[in-house]
């Protein structure tokens, strides 16, 4: 059972560079008699002319958002809004957030969208891989999710400080305890608005393997080899500084978290059921 954790909802998300928000709050739970936190991220990026939201965020932290956006936002409107893909962390504040921004577009692989939402299907515009949206000094690139839990997962990139969103890749636990059920990337309470390298210590293999092994169970039957590749060709095509999935900490530590998350993957793997 997890909970909202009030002082992990601050109305004022942290800048992680110029134009880039991190926005949301944190869901409490006990993980073998000790309290633990995890992330339900998003992220606002904001160009002179256009401005993104990057997942919605959980519907418990709905007043949060919605004053993170207002304080963010400073008198501007959102124009867009991008779950990366249609789960309630990344989908489920869409109706209000629609409400709130009545001309805000819903944008990425919303090909089942309509279903879900229906009475907004006039707002949904399809963007895929390899398209982009011109906010204004900045370009916010709509990318392949080379790990997913749904078909119609997406990242994105924005150009401007160089921040990859990953929705569910690159999380991690950190050395908390957790028990065999357990598939969030936990940390401890005041561990909320770090970033990876303002941690005690980086995550091990072991830790990185844990949750990926049950957050994504796919990962035990699936070589993810070449989708490493894709992710290091699309760091060499663009100058990625920072990492910003939706389920944990915020990685500074780019190429460090990369070897990492790699390795846990193969260990999932290899460590499969025959």
């Keep these: 059972m997890s909970s909202v954790v009030p002082g992990c909802e601050p109305a004022v998300g942290r800048v992680l560079s110029e134009g880039v928000h991190w926005l949301g709050g944190c869901l ?18 904001m160009g002179s002319e256009a401005t993104v939201l990057v997942d919605t965020g959980d519907p418990a932290h709905r007043e949060t958002v919605l004053a993170q956006l207002d304080h963010a936002l400073a ?11 249609p789960e309630i962390p990344h ?3 869409l109706p209000v957030l629609l409400s709130r921004y009545p001309s805000a577009v819903v944008v990425g692989n919303v090909r089942d969208y309509f279903l879900h939402f229906p009475e907004h299907a006039h707002r949904l515009r ?7 949206l011109d906010l204004g000094g900045r370009t916010f690139h709509f990318l392949p999710a080379y790990i ?3 078909e119609n997962t997406l990242w994105g990139y924005d150009s401007g400080a160089g921040v990859m969103f ?3 890749g690159f999380s991690f636990i950190h050395d908390v305890p957790v028990s065999a059920e357990d598939d969030e990337p936990v940390h401890l309470p005041g561990q909320c608005r770090l970033l990876s390298s303002e941690m005690p210590a980086p995550p091990s293999v072991e830790q990185a393997a844990y949750g990926t092994g049950r957050a994504l ?5 699936v070589d993810v080899g070449v989708a490493f590749q894709g992710i290091e060709d699309t760091l060499e095509a663009f100058s990625v500084n920072f990492i910003g999935p939706a389920h944990g900490n915020v990685i500074d530590d780019v190429e460090g978290m990369l070897k990492t ?7 999932v793997y290899e460590g499969r059921p025959l």
């Design 148 to 150: 997913r839990d749904l």
């Design 75 to 85: 008198g501007r409107t959102l124009d867009f809004v991008f779950p990366t893909h």
């Design 28 to 45: 409490s739970a006990n993980a073998e008699g000790q309290e633990v936190h995890y992330h339900v991220s998003s992220y606002l990026v």
């Design 166 to 168: 990953v929705s569910d």
């Design 91 to 93: 989908a489920g504040n």
């Design 217 to 221: 169970y796919w990962t035990k039957f």
């Design 126 to 132: 399809s963007m895929l891989a390899g398209d982009s």
């Design 261 to 267: 998350s790699l390795a846990a993957h193969r260990k």
